[in-house]
């Protein structure tokens, strides 16, 4: 089968790209470093099957990053047939520095003139058969996110793999370099390489490091006593040569865009220049910013909760109670009966009905995502998180973070030093995920019916607060030393495409009715079995098994104000997924009352204060398995998993007792 | 004249002369746009990165390493 690798600068439209051409539904988003893993995904034509990979944006095949790490080992070991070069043809003279490394690698390239519909209306001209001849490869032009151009470019794909093409590497740089270009090349002659001679010899006079550390581990080269004299004649003088090579590389790109690219006397003015002269406005940015995050709680509210909410428990309601009557019907053992109501549709049923919020909230977080104000965020906040010891864009990765912890954790791809990433990784779990909102929804049902999207507000507002101080700590001890420079794109707004926001909150959404039907699933059963034995004991009672484990556990949050057993046991379950927590009290209740009667139970063995700091305590408690399975995978070592898991319940126990005890001494109750 | 990229003023245009930052630093901004010689116009310096266009599009870069950057007049 044919692979095909889609390669571009970051936010060209690469995934965009991908997904139309796949008809898969990979994440896209209207910032740089969206994506940060390789995706496979496949097309089929004229009865061929063809493979193709979606990777990380990278400006050069130099690599700084993590995430750009992953895009060059693709193109340099995947071996694709055909390289697919996704260009943003508003900033072609900027992304073609790439498609100038591109076309020396030796392997076939297509070069898409992706956003062409934003050229257009920017007044920018191509004369496509001219950038076709001087780069020697096939251009395409696309409008991916309108679907347009797709079948040209396949054609095309199908075309150049199936013949042939004539790559010459027509980069002059300077005499001095080509010399010594020709030099390394008829000493590498005769020797098996991975990669085309000419390709090694730049990359050798520039100092990439790679390839440098190719050619030492080749026994034939480096025992060539000439070859390694002409190695360290061309370390000398890396540094002049590097800027030369780039300097060559960009009068390449010039000489092709003079001709081929037509830009207008006066750039047309943008919507993004006005708005930005007040969304990142030096007073105004940040206040915005909060208000923001403000009004996308209380939208979530009065729209997921007072507008949808009753819809979806009163249909919870009706069916659970259809399935209950179906199962007396047909005679069903009274066991199943009672696992099926109280540990099914009580656990399982409590977190069904918030589905409308989180759609809600997902929505409204997927529009800032595709808009291009997630970018400005991180902007805004790099002053803040500077002076803290942290890099600005750590904040992107805590608001992806928003939606899972797991992409979150993933998202620190982007950020170039070990230090910066580390730290962004171990203070993403106290970003409130979407399966924590499930837990703060029951509690604000319970207490504060009337001020939801606040209280909202406030627990993620905590969030952030706690990780940028833990970060700021972090900095300061475990991982000394500078925070690398803030360098990041400000993609310009755009509209955000409706499609592009119902796939980000499907994802969430799929995702949590996935956990819902496994994890989840699992671990009321296993609770509900350990709730009802042994054989003998009031189900779901403190004489049960779940209820003598909980026992145990319950003193250590008695400072926090919340020592029930049934408490203990729900933040245990917790770990396995945080939704858990819900669905066990959910069920561990339901022996209690009749009906989904989960929130006045509650009401029942919580109060307003004690509901705060139990909300405190799951909003920075201890990760789920998945996130810290994450954390291990990205830090590559289970000493900074365990870690993560220890202190972030330090953390969140602290707090919680803080809350409580200081709630206590104000007179609240 | 020679300036430095954090004295020029929002609405001013200039040409990027010379690039003192450490190696990777240097690197990661000529492959961004910042080559030598490229013409630029500055959209916002009052706190937190500076922000320039480039062709018409937006990069932010931090005080520290924009300091390092050594630009004189536009074409
Ligand atoms: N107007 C317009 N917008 C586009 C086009 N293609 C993509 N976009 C938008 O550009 C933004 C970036 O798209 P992505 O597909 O996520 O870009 P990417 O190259 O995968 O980005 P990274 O994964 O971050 O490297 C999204 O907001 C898309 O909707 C296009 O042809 N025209
Ligand atoms: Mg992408």
Redesign the pocket.
Same mark, same amino acid.
Do not use: F, H
């Given at each position: 089968m044919n692979t095909i690798a889609l390669v571009?600068n970051?936010?060209?439209?690469?995934?965009?790209?991908f997904n139309a051409l796949t008809g898969s539904n990979q994440h &896209?988003?209207?910032?740089?470093?969206?994506?940060v893993e390789k995706k496979e995904g496949k097309f089929k034509f004229n009865g061929n099957t063809y493979n193709v990979v979606d990777l990380?944006?990278t400006y050069s095949l130099g690599a700084f990053s993590e995430d750009e790490m992953v895009a060059r080992d693709f193109i340099l070991k995947g071996n694709p047939d055909v390289v697919i070069n996704?260009v943003d043809a508003t900033n072609i003279e900027r992304n073609l520095y790439l498609t100038s490394q591109l076309l020396e690698m030796g392997v076939k390239v297509i070069v898409v003139l992706?956003?062409?519909?934003?050229a257009e209306a920017k007044n920018i001209q191509f004369g496509i058969k001219t950038l076709s001849k001087k780069l020697g490869v096939p251009v395409v032009t696309?409008?991916?996110?309108?679907r347009k151009g797709i079948k040209e470019l396949i054609e095309e794909i199908v075309r150049v793999i199936d013949g042939e093409m004539d790559l010459k590497p027509s980069i002059s740089y300077g005499d001095k370099i080509d010399r010594e270009i020709k030099t390394i090349k008829k000493l590498l002659s005769g020797k098996t390489l991975e990669y085309p001679p000419r390709w090694i010899a730049i990359k050798l006079i520039e100092g990439d490091q790679y390839v440098h550390d190719l050619v030492s581990e080749n026994k034939a080269l480096s025992s060539d006593s000439e070859f390694g004299d002409v190695l360290s004649a061309v370390k000398e003088n890396i540094e002049d040569n590097e800027l030369e090579i780039v300097n060559r590389r960009y009068e390449f790109v010039n000489d092709v865009t003079r001709v081929s690219v037509v830009r207008p006397e006066e750039a047309v003015k943008t919507v993004t220049d006005k708005v930005d002269k007040i969304l990142i406005h030096k007073y105004f940015g940040l206040p915005i910013f909060i208000l923001i995050m403000f009004v996308l709680f209380q939208l979530t509210f009065a729209v997921g909760e007072d507008l949808l909410g009753g819809l979806m428990a009163a249909a919870v309601d009706a069916v659970g109670h259809a399935i209950e009557v179906f199962l007396v019907n047909i005679n069903s053992p009274a066991w199943i009966i009672a696992f099926v109501s109280e540990g099914i549709i009580g656990g399982i049923g409590a977190i069904i009905e918030f589905i409308p919020l989180i759609v809600v909230l997902y929505m409204l977080i997927g529009i800032l995502e595709?808009s291009g104000y997630m970018a400005r965020a991180a902007y805004i906040m790099d002053n803040i998180m500077r002076k803290l010891g942290l890099h600005g864009k750590t904040f992107i990765s805590m608001i992806v973070g928003f939606g899972c912890n797991v992409p979150g954790v993933m998202a620190t791809r982007t950020l170039e030093s070990k230090k910066d990433r580390m730290i962004a990784i171990l203070i993403n779990p106290f970003m409130s995920c979407g399966a924590k909102l499930l837990i703060y929804l029951v509690f604000i049902a319970a207490f504060f019916p009337n001020g939801g999207g606040l209280i909202l507000f406030l627990i993620y507002f905590i969030g952030i607060l706690v990780a940028l101080l833990v970060g700021k700590i972090f900095s300061r001890t475990l991982f000394k030393g500078e925070t690398t420079d803030f360098i990041m794109e400000l993609p310009p707004y755009?509209k955000p &495409?409706l499609r592009?926001v119902l796939r980000n909150m499907w994802d969430n959404v799929s995702g949590f009715l996935k956990r819902a039907g496994t994890v989840i699933f699992a671990v009321v059963t296993v609770l509900w079995i350990m709730a009802v034995l042994p054989a003998g004991v009031e189900p779901y009672g403190a004489e049960s098994i779940l209820g003598r484990i909980g026992l145990f556990i319950a003193p250590i949050f008695k400072p926090a104000g919340f020592g029930t057993w049934q408490a203990a046991v729900g933040l245990f379950s917790g770990i396995a997924a945080k939704e858990a927590v819900v669905t066990t009290l959910g069920m561990v209740y339901a022996g209690v009352g009749e009906g989904t009667e989960l929130i006045s139970a509650i009401q029942g063995a919580f109060t307003p204060l004690t509901s705060v700091s139990f909300m405190v305590m799951t909003l920075l408690y201890t990760p789920c398995v998945a996130t810290i399975a994450t954390i291990k995978k990205e830090t590559n070592s289970v000493k900074w998993a365990i870690f993560a898991m220890v202190y972030t319940f330090a953390i969140g126990w602290t707090m919680a007792v803080l809350v409580f005890q200081t709630g206590r001494l104000l007179g609240f109750s | 004249m020679n300036l430095l990229l954090t004295q020029l003023k929002p609405g001013e245009k200039g040409k990027v002369k010379q690039i003192d930052a450490c190696r990777r630093a240097a690197r990661r901004l000529y492959e961004m746009g910042f080559n030598i010689g490229t013409n630029f116009e500055v959209v916002k310096n009052d706190i937190g990165p500076i922000i320039v266009s480039l062709f018409g599009h937006k990069v932010a870069v931090g005080r520290g390493l924009a300091q390092k950057i050594i630009v004189n007049q536009p074409d």
């Open positions: 571009g970051p936010n060209s439209g690469k995934t965009t790209l &896209v988003g209207n910032w740089p470093g969206v994506t990380p944006g996704v992706n956003m062409i519909d934003e696309t409008a991916a996110s309108k595709d755009r &495409v592009n | -």
